[in-house]
């Protein structure tokens, strides 16, 4: 077996548990707002004990066969009409004038070339904003075969963030696959000595947030997952492509160290919790001695993913949970300087409105 195929292993062992610290909320949490949700006026279906189910089951009373039936109809109406909302803020944010809302569509769309239009014309309109420069970026790394996609894009990525070592991983990606093997090795080395490695999850989020925004829905737990769903559909190659570097150098004793260095300041400095979670992935894969990293950050990590998942817990507990606009921005400004995890405590710290 591989290197790279035992850290994978690894990763999606401790990928489990980061991801499942959304999958392990709550049922009511986990569903897709209907169009209740967006205009509060929700109804929901309440599930009896399984012994009452059963029993309903067996002697249902034609009174509760047609309530059962219209409760079905307004759920399947209130869904195809929360589908039709959505539907038409997908189609109204693809035509925007607004960089960040193009940016929003650019994330939902799945053709590559809609995609990169999209994200070509939020550049266009905002060309100095870090988050549409880095999206743009992260997306010619998975489009080889552009002519769209130009080297320049990288330096100008550099010259807006060049202390977040996020930035100098495209920097390395970019160099090593034009050949310069030298060049991306230095700008491996530059990630590694960045004081934090921000792939702006957070600032993403709050252009998601904004466009939702226009909705009408309520800042609750609802909204939070809306935002992460959505967010969540961003695509980018960076860690797989530096997972696949790593391990392409493996008989260069200088890369392997880089590639270690690089995954310890990952696990340091990540601002989310998955990835986090990669570096230590890296750092393994990359390591001669990797019963060190799993030593000294395994337990660290674990008990973040704990802590993590006792945050959001705290969150769902409360079914009158709520922000308003101060709170949402504290939020976001308390990830993009401490992390994923620090802006969800406090969040759990919140008392709502």
């Known amino acids: 077996m591989t290197p ?10 401790l990928s489990i548990v980061a991801v499942g610290l959304w999958l392990g909320r709550a049922p009511e949490t986990l569903e897709r707002p209907v169009l209740g949700d967006l205009i509060n006026n929700s109804s929901h279906i309440h599930y009896l004990p399984a012994e009452s189910r059963e029993i309903q089951l067996s002697m249902p009373s034609t009174r509760s066969r047609a309530a059962n039936a219209e409760r079905v109809q307004a759920d399947d109406l209130a869904q195809d009409q929360a589908d039709e909302i959505l539907d038409d803020w997908r189609k109204a944010i693809a035509t925007s004038d607004s960089a960040e809302e193009l940016l929003v569509a650019a994330t939902l769309e799945a053709d590559a070339d809609k995609r990169e239009t999209l994200l070509l014309e939020a550049l266009r309109l905002d060309p100095y904003n870090p988050l549409i420069n880095f999206m743009v970026a992260e997306h010619c790394l998975g489009a080889v075969n552009s002519t769209q996609c130009s080297p320049e894009l990288f330096d100008v990525l550099e010259s807006l963030d060049g202390d977040n070592g996020a930035v100098h ?3 390395a990606i970019q160099a090593y696959r034009n050949g310069d093997i030298d060049g991306a090795a230095q700008s491996l080395m530059a990630a590694s000595s960045s004081t934090i490695t921000d792939a702006y999850e957070w600032q993403h989020m709050a252009a998601v947030a904004e466009s939702l925004g226009s909705l009408g829905l309520e800042r609750d737990a609802h909204f939070l997952k809306s935002v992460n769903d959505y967010a969540d559909k961003r695509s980018g190659e960076r860690k797989a492509i530096l997972m696949s570097m790593c391990e392409q150098q493996r008989t260069s004793e200088s890369w392997q160290q880089q590639c270690a260095d690089r995954g310890k300041s990952m696990m340091e400095n990540e601002l989310s919790l998955d990835g986090r979670f990669f570096g230590f992935g890296l750092a393994v894969a990359a390591s001669d001695n990797p019963e060190v990293f799993q030593q000294d950050y ?7 993913s704990q802590q993590m998942a006792h945050f959001i817990s705290e969150v769902n507990a409360r079914p009158d949970f709520s922000m308003n606009e101060t ?8 990830y993009g300087k401490e992390g994923e995890k620090a802006a969800m405590g406090y969040l759990a710290e919140l008392g709502g409105e």
């Open 169 to 171: 991983d495209l920097k």
């Open 4 to 13: 790279l195929k035992k850290v994978m292993f690894i990763i999606v062992g």
């Open 298 to 304: 395994l337990k660290t990590l674990e008990m973040e």
């Open 327 to 334: 709170q949402w921005s504290e939020y976001l400004a308390v």
